[in-house]
T-cell receptor, first 115, second 115 residues
């Protein structure tokens, strides 16, 4: 069975601080995909990144960066110089090839960025 | 390019009534997924459909819930004789790829409240 754990329920930071959201996953599959989604207060889900299990290179996109470590089954997400607009719930998710995009989501981390 | 369209965005039902939630996938997508998000929880997979076929319904409750994706028209998630525990946000997602994991595009969700 697959499992995604986001141990941080809620994080509060002051604007311009860096913040890292943790994600630990469990799967028996050798090929799998990891995702991060953002859910702002308006409720929709916004896709942020997809990473396959063979690609352990870290990725940076503007203020966002992701650290994938297969050895520790982690796929952490860092926001540099956080802004109020980053306030949202962030979900980490996992799927395996062959499961037709069926995602297993973590319970989410609520990030609150204040002035 | 219209995204995944869900309606209604908000639905209120009394216990025992029926709820119908609709989802129109992105243009060109023939794969539809329904997920449920209970309050303060992550999304949980319910069902995966292609046109006129249910591919995977392993996440669907055994009773009262059904889903379809007809040849013409939107996908429909139907909940009969709703109970308070059905109150949740129901998200639809679509993709254009089979087998391997393609990117899922989510709608804005339909929020069901059962009184």
């Amino acid at each position: 069975a697959q499992k995604v754990t986001q141990a941080q329920t809620e994080i509060s930071v002051v604007e311009k601080e860096d913040v890292t959201l943790d994600c630990v996953y469990e799967t028996r599959d050798t090929t799998y995909y990891l995702f991060w989604y953002k859910q702002p207060p308006s409720g929709e889900l916004v896709f942020l990144i997809r990473r396959n299990s063979f690609d352990e290179q870290n990725e940076i996109s503007g203020r966002y960066s992701w650290n994938f470590q297969k050895s520790t089954s982690s796929f952490n997400f860092t926001i540099t110089a956080s802004q109020v607009v980053d306030s949202a719930v962030y979900f980490c998710a996992l799927s395996s090839t062959g499961t037709a995009s069926k995602l297993t989501f973590g319970t989410g981390t609520r990030l609150q960025v204040t002035l | 390019n219209a995204g995944v369209m869900q309606n209604p965005r908000h639905l209120v039902r009394r216990r025992g009534q029926e709820a119908r939630l609709r989802c129109s996938p992105m243009k060109g997508h023939s794969h539809v997924y329904w997920y449920r998000q209970l309050p303060e929880e992550g999304l949980k997979f319910m069902v995966y459909l292609q046109k006129e076929n249910i591919i995977d319904e392993s996440g669907m409750p055994k009773e009262r819930f059904s889903a379809e994706f007809p040849k013409e028209g939107p996908s429909i998630l139907r909940i009969q004789q709703v109970v308070r525990g059905d109150s949740a946000a129901y998200f639809c997602a679509s993709s254009s790829l089979t087998g391997m994991t393609g990117e899922l595009f989510f709608g804005e969700g339909s929020r069901l409240t059962v009184l």
